[in-house]
């Protein structure tokens, strides 16, 4: 079985810097797109950052210039790098994975990380 373990999360002031790290383990035989979703109570779940296999990037525009996605082909991880937090910023974030493994492929969700923004 494949799993996403998250880490990374926690409470920080308006101004401050996270990062959040993802790495997917099991019956893996390749790791395609990767990305970030979070979702605030009460709101749906909205893509944050993505991040193909090539490595080209993409970002929601509430979070453009401040977050940066990345990923470690040979480890199997996403990062995102999240500066100039504002309280917005807070909510659960979801890594995910498309990953294809022997019998077929589809897409992975990690546990969730709370990411908290406030004085």
């Known amino acids: 079985q494949v799993q996403l373990v998250e880490s990374g999360g926690g409470l920080v002031q308006p101004g401050g810097s996270l990062r959040l790290s993802c790495a997917a383990s099991?019956?893996?035989?390749?790791?395609?797109?990767m990305g970030w979703y979070r979702q605030a109570p009460g709101k749906q779940r909205d893509m944050v950052a993505h991040i193909t296999s090539g490595g080209s990037a993409n970002y929601a525009d509430s979070v453009k210039g401040r977050f940066t996605i990345s990923r470690d082909n040979a480890k199997n991880t996403v990062y995102l790098q999240m500066n100039t937090l504002k309280p917005e910023d807070t909510a659960v974030y979801y890594c995910?994975?498309?990953?294809?493994?022997?019998?077929?492929?589809?897409?992975?969700w990690g546990q969730g990380t709370q990411v908290t923004v406030s004085s």
């Open positions: 099991g019956s893996i035989l390749s790791v395609n797109a």
């Open positions: 995910y994975a498309q990953v294809r493994t022997y019998v077929n492929w589809r897409d992975y």
